[in-house]
Structure formats: structure tokens, C-alpha cells
């Protein structure tokens, strides 16, 4: 089920990126929340504290981040639903549409520069 509402959500974002939308404008508070209380504790101001240079600024991702440049929200999603080394996976942590917010969250933070 959750998978069934991501693939529309996936499509409308796809078609509004890089040009700002009305529907994550109004949901940045959440996903605000969401990243302040799982993702900040390692990632706080798009830092890493673990890793120093993996960071969520634009640079690194278009670095380390495995098909940030093909497709940069897809390419969120899959490393917060899965994880990596010593970054924890959310896919039972969060729902699909809180991965979804953090993710867009994240992606215009990198676009504003944190
Ligand atoms: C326990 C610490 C920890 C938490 C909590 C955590 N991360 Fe991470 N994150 C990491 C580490 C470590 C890496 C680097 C993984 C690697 O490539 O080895 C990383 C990498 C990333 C990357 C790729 C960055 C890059 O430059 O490669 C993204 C995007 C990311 N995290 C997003 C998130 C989001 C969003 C959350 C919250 C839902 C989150 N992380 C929670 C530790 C964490």
C-alpha cells in the first residue's frame, strides 16, 4: 500500500523539480521535524558527524551519493529507506511518506546551500 502512494508522489515530484511546488513548500515544517528528530543527530546543519566529508551539501552528495546526479530524489529516498555502513535504514521506522518529506527536505536544503 505504501508503495502504491510513493509512485504517484515520485511522478509529481519528478515533473516539479528543480522549480519550487506549493505541495513541499506547505510540508517543509514536518519534514523539518522529521529530520530534527532522526537525521540530526548525525546530520546536524547537513553535516556528518561520523564521516566528515559525506555530507548532505550538494557537493558531496553529487560525489558519494550513488545516482544523486541522474535522478537526486530517488537517489535520497533509496539511501534513507536502506541505510549505508554506519547510516541506520528508516524503511520501518518511517512511512513511505515521511521518507518521501525528509527526502524533498533534504534535496532543497542541498539546493539552498543548509
Ligand atoms: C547514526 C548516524 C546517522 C543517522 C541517524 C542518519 N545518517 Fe545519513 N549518513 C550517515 C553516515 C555514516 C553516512 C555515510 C554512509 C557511507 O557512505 O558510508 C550517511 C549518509 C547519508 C546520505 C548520503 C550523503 C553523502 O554525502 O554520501 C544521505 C542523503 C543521508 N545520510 C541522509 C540521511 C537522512 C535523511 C537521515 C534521517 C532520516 C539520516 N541520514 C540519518 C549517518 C547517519
Redo the contacts with the bound molecule.
Keep these: 500500500m505504501k508503495r502504491f502512494l510513493l509512485i504517484p508522489l515520485l511522478a509529481i515530484a519528478l515533473f516539479s523539480f528543480p522549480l519550487p511546488s506549493p505541495a513541499l513548500a506547505t510540508d517543509v515544517s514536518n519534514a523539518a521535524k ?2 530534527n528528530s ?2 540530526a ?3 546536524i546543519g547537513g553535516n ?4 566528515a ?5 550538494k557537493e ?2 553529487q ?3 550513488e545516482n544523486y546526479n541522474s535522478n537526486s530524489l530517488e ?2 529516498i533509496h ?2 529507506e536502506n ?6 535504514a ?1 524503511k520501518d521506522k ?1 512511512s513511505a511518506q515521511e ?1 518521501y518529506e ?2 524533498a ?2 534535496y532543497q536544503k542541498a539546493e539552498q546551500g543548509w
Excluded at 556528518?48 to 564521516?51: K, T
Excluded at 566529508?53 to 551539501?57: A, I, Q, S
Design positions: 522529521i529530520f532522526n537525521c543527530s548525525c546530520h556528518n558527524v561520523l564521516i566529508e559525506k555530507t548532505l551539501k558531496a552528495l560525489k558519494y551519493l537517489a535520497i539511501q534513507i541505510g549505508k555502513n554506519a547510516m541506520p528508516f518511517l521518507i525528509v527526502a527536505y533534504v
